[in-house]
């Protein structure tokens, strides 16, 4: 099922290019839907990983029940690294591999978690908006990380949050980006254990992207998409690297 056929993605020659890329997509971002209630239809975790030796990227897309959690399908891509590292444009690294990976899937998606950020992001604009923009998708970010942003701890319990907020950092920024925004939530996903950071990406609100971070993480830090995904991409790349499985191709 080619969700993400008539989104082409083309690979910025230079980081000038990407910053362009960005600003023009940017402004496709879709901020005033609630999005899908949690618990119901399809929910996708996407994550990558990368051999940097070999220039190789591996996504995963695995589709999860949001109801009941289980597995209902998951694929993988392999591509060749692009473009190179750098901060606020590590999509460019990733989207064609991601995109790649999604047109597998045989069922549909519905929202889509990345292992990122969407809002929270300089720019505005990290790899789940990127994404949602590209397949008009609803798309959420849950990092591990608040990248350059800052927060008060969140209160204790599951569930607490407190506002990741954008002090300036001297970024480029423009009239629709403005120090002090929050533009994501330090959430707390398991009593007493470190929060995760949670930002829109694309088609959902804040509440209701916490909302589903909280259902997909009932047992662990982190939501079920992305543990789901995090395994299934490095067991891919393990065996794409592998060079006993490559003499058998």
């Known amino acids: 099922m080619n969700h993400t056929r008539q989104s082409a993605h083309r690979t910025p020659p230079d980081e000038a290019t990407a910053r362009a890329v960005q600003d023009a997509l940017r402004t496709r971002v879709v901020l005033d839907e609630a999005g899908p209630r949690p618990g119901t239809g399809h929910v996708t975790g996407v994550d990558v990983a990368y051999d940097d030796d070999r220039d190789v990227v591996v996504a995963a897309a695995v589709v999860l029940d949001a109801a009941t959690l289980a597995v209902v399908e998951e694929v993988t891509a392999v591509g060749r690294v692009e473009f190179p590292y750098v901060p606020g444009l590590l999509a460019f690294r990733e989207i064609p591999t991601v995109l790649a990976a999604l047109d597998r899937l045989t069922v549909a998606p519905g929202l889509v978690v990345c292992d990122g950020y969407g809002q929270a992001h300089p720019r505005r604009f990290g790899l789940a908006s990127h994404l949602g923009v590209l397949t008009g998708l609803p798309t959420l970010g849950v990092a591990k990380n608040p990248f350059t942003f800052t927060y008060e701890q969140p209160g204790p319990a599951r569930g607490d949050f407190s506002p990741l907020v954008d002090v300036g950092d001297g970024d480029v920024r423009d009239g629709n980006v403005r ?41 662990y830090r982190q939501p079920e998409t992305t543990r789901h995904a995090d395994s299934l991409c490095r067991r891919a790349l393990s065996e794409a690297t592998d060079p006993r499985q490559q003499a058998r191709n």
């Open 179 to 219: 120090d002090g925004a929050e533009v994501g939530r330090a959430l707390r996903t398991q009593p007493g254990v470190k929060p995760v950071f949670v930002s829109v990406g694309h088609r959902i609100s804040l509440d209701n992207a916490c909302a589903h971070t909280l259902h997909l993480a009932a047992s």
